[in-house]
């Protein structure tokens, strides 16, 4: 059950809820939280649900949850993108303070730690609607000393506060099938499980406030230099005679295949790179897991060596294309260099 | 169809085999090797089977062969091992020449590039049975000049070559979940196909003798590069306080998922090294995309460094553990260096 | 003339200076400092020195000022470091504010960013004893925003701020053959020229403060990683049986000779490494560069990975010992890893 | 003494040689060679000199021993090369074998292995003139193998070989300053030591043939990797807005101060790279230093990070250019990549 699986300190995740078909499951929990829930059940989420941020994950996060019958108010800098979401029966407040102050738990989604930080701790920001028996999950991508900033001011209105960064873009976000890895309040946790349930398919607590983010950090490793590794298979195979589309296929075949191989690899081929996460942002990520792993002089030689390349793809002007472009820092090109 | 998916000349996979249902279409193919197939399939292997090798991937490839009923003649160096394969009901001869005589295919699975050549070219090897007509198909793993070494005596003497090497170590071959990527004689390819397809779940036909070689090699470039970012994930977690089973976890959930980690991540983390795949052999595959990268001037960085870890991994005693135990290399060891 | 040598405001040392006799013309100089200089000579400081931090490299660096001639007078925090130099005619001032008030130039060498930051902007700082016409040369080692800081602080009393970090560590400082890289205020610099040729052998002028931290930084940076190329070189020598000493001599006499080589290469073949700079600090201005690369999208792989091998160092429990001592973190240790 | 400094097995050099004036003693040992030695002296080389090979590195090698008084005889493939050299009073002869036969000792010098090779062991070869009592002194530069098979063919004859690899480049060689690292023969080393004083500055006794030619690939290996080091400073000064020519003086005058860096650094920054040694050899000597540090696993990061650069730089068609245009590599450029 939940609200048992969740009362663990230690990092875990809850399977059990992952095993669970999601579609009735979801929809009667969230129905729940309109009206009271079955006595005995103790799962499903009752109360009103604030949402703060409504980009590109914001918007379909949210609209995860009105769709399963939550209670949402939401609001946005930009009150224009706050419409769609209205139209499906969302509420809508004039600032985060307010949003807070008329919720149970407020999420956030914002776009990088500044605002973040405004968002939770500014003027108007939800730290001002927040009160004891209030909780706040963050489930934008920070870093450690931002989270534990917000986390700081948040508590100290005697709210609880919960990091909640999501592994998964757009689609996941669209498809309620990301993954939140949590770490904070865990009575917060179990309160928010089901919501997150909505949202995600599955869900990690991992203790304390900066671990969620630590996380984040090493899978976004991982995952950045795996980028090379294959960007490199792909480019030797084209230049000793072979088709890297054959490649990308053998390779989804056998123990190695991964969704992003499948996935990016043959726009790779292409030379084709549009947009799902960022190459400067998994450059900001290999950098910040160099400085992570600097403090704690954890020597990671490939990370090092790919962080390098991403600097070259960011110099050759693709920082705002997706990361997979930091294939073309391994194409040498022809030159005439002076005489 | 098979017959016509393979007669192409370009590198691609027969991906309309791959969604047969297996069992019913095997049975009935190898079974119409021992008696005339219904006229019109046009599928299915009509003849006699030699195996070469009865390792730990050519005996449960041959025991495939047979259980699928295939009539297969077997020949290893240590007689004792052809045992359990004659009592599945293979015969037995007492040279690969004498194999390949009494045969109209012959595979051969040895262990390394020296065995494969004397197997295949020696005193009583494979070669001195080869005709017009039939074919031999190595599915061991050797490098581009050793394949067309053994390709050239065998196509010398009026028979056919498919260099045939195999993606996937002891369970898929057992399993018949195996990948062959064969490059040679496209007739040959052709015609061995519905036997591929008993010990495999896919083929590709990949054009020139030295294209099976030169994929393999790329991909176990790529996988031994990502095993290092995926160790270097693993200590780093760890490191930093997070446990590292649930960073196994999240990522078995997300776009770098990949059964590689899967499996060996929980060993990983308790430092144990089951070798699936010999590290000696991993660190051995890295040396040769080196040199193939070398050979056309690309730049393969995160490969470079990894190498640099296995050597590592290999003076710390660990070239006979599997090659997951590179993570080993990542450890620092306090000690008290001058004298 | 030094004067006229330091009027230009593009970057570039003075040579003629260099070239000069150093004893007599210090000498002169110096006396100047104490009585009134020749009317027509320019060359030499007249008026009081002040020295902050007495130190591994301010003692040295202080005591040839005084030896020189020059009126000097100095603080340091724990005073008994004092009285080695008080005994050859330096005076005393209980704070860096006393010490900034009596004199006309004032210099400080302190070992870290933080007390360089105290020692001039906190409580009874040197900024509390500065005005106009009075300046100060920090010749510490920090990075180039608390340089910036310092100097800011500095200038805002009406004073000039001269950032001058030497190159050249305890030996060079005792010798006066330091190397001085400075930034800031060139008026202050001409002004202090013949002080910095007391006690060093070469001074560059670098424009803004700033530089002279970036330069002394990518100086660091190839020094580090030419370190771990040696030290590959060793390594590899004496693996393949050559006596790793005639590689140190053989170098010595090439293309790629250098001080470094000769002077560290004999003591690393022995495994030992008596501490002139502590390998920490070669790894963090490693880790400074790498920002600084970033910061500008430049690749440096060979410094990434030497990085690395510094951090092993780290936890083999190196930080302390000298900078030579990473050619430990290339040497596999064998280990029986569990099974 | 010369003679006795060269009885010893071990690896070391003969520095007292080094520290001779070179003029007088040169001139005397070399006389005695067209006349007899004063009895009790030992020192100087009395015979007829071979020289076969007059490439770059040849040519004022030979001159060198002629100018000294020797008495030498010359061979080339292009038999026009020899005329400056009979204009100083050598003596021709039409093959290597005839070269061989008409004299004591034959040094050659030839630009790969397979000249090398060809010219010792081929028809008209070297060997065809050797007999006991000659010497054959190889100072091409080639692999151990190469070596071994050369010095095979040479003492099958009852002729003594020494192997010795130079350390220095064009001008070295004309002035006389080259480093020889000589392996094989020691009582050969100690009979030719006067001639490679005539023709270098210091040379070493290095044991068993292979020994020279493994001392010479670590030290172009630390070379190599060094060059890289400095063109990432090099660069990375330019992009944060330091003169790097201020970089290069900078450097002259510390601890890595190295000839190299004096020598190349000034055209580096004007990105002008007039060959000395060209870039393609460089990288193949990184490339065999890479498989000898593989042969006893010893882990060289930064050298595999400098070799993927030196590949770049060959892909950027910059081989035959001098190798400090690796630094070429390192220079991302603009571009602008499909959509």
Redesign the interface.
């Known amino acids: 059950m939940a609200a048992a699986a969740a009362t663990h300190l230690?990092?875990?995740?809850a399977p059990a809820l992952r095993l669970r078909g999601k579609g009735t499951c979801r929809l009667l929990s969230c129905y729940a939280s309109s009206s009271p829930p079955p006595p005995s059940s103790g799962e499903g989420f009752s109360g009103k649900v604030g949402f703060l941020g409504l980009g590109i994950m914001g918007a379909p996060m949210a609209s995860n949850l009105i769709k399963a019958g939550c209670d949402v108010t939401v609001w946005n800098r930009t009150k224009s993108k706050c419409d769609p979401l209205l139209s499906l029966g969302a509420k809508y407040e004039s600032s985060p303070a307010n949003v807070a102050l008329s919720c149970d738990v407020t999420f956030a989604m914002l776009a990088d730690p500044e605002s973040a930080v405004e968002v939770a701790c500014g003027a108007n920001g939800a730290a001002q609607g927040m009160a004891p028996g209030k909780g706040y999950v963050d489930v934008s991508t920070v870093d450690t000393a931002t989270s534990k900033l917000i986390g700081k001011h948040i508590t100290s209105t005697g709210a609880s506060f919960l990091e909640a960064p999501v592994?998964?873009s757009k689609k996941p976000a669209e498809d309620g099938l990301l993954?939140f890895?949590t770490a904070g309040d865990d009575s917060l946790y179990n309160r928010v499980a089901p919501l997150l349930d909505v949202m995600g398919?599955?869900r990690?607590f991992?203790g304390d406030v900066g671990?969620g983010a630590?996380?984040k950090l090493?899978?976004n490793?991982?995952?950045g230099?795996?980028m090379?590794?294959?960007s490199?298979?792909v480019?030797?195979?084209e230049?000793?005679?072979?088709?890297p589309n054959?490649?990308v296929?053998?390779?989804s075949?056998?123990?190695?295949?991964?969704?992003?191989f499948s996935?990016k690899g043959p726009s790779m081929v292409?030379?084709?790179?549009p947009t799902a996460f960022p190459l400067k942002h998994q450059q900001k990520d290999l950098?910040l897991?160099?400085a992570?792993?600097?403090?704690?002089?954890?020597?990671?030689?490939?990370?090092?060596?790919?962080?390098?390349?991403y600097?070259?793809a960011?110099?050759?002007?693709?920082a705002d294309?997706d990361f997979s472009?930091v294939i073309?820092?391994?194409k040498?090109?022809?030159?005439?260099?002076?005489?």
């Open positions: 230690s990092v875990r995740a592994s998964g993954i890895l398919k599955s990690f991992l671990n630590a996380m090493v899978v490793m991982v995952m230099s795996m090379v590794s294959f490199e298979g480019l030797l195979s230049k000793v005679g072979l088709d054959t490649l296929e053998v390779i075949q056998g123990a190695i295949s991964a969704p992003m996935l292409k030379a084709a790179y950098r897991a160099l992570l792993a600097e403090s704690v002089s954890q020597s990671i030689p490939t990370v090092a060596a790919a962080n390098e390349l600097k070259v960011k110099s050759l002007g693709l294309q472009a073309e820092a391994l040498a090109k022809e030159q005439n260099p002076q005489p």
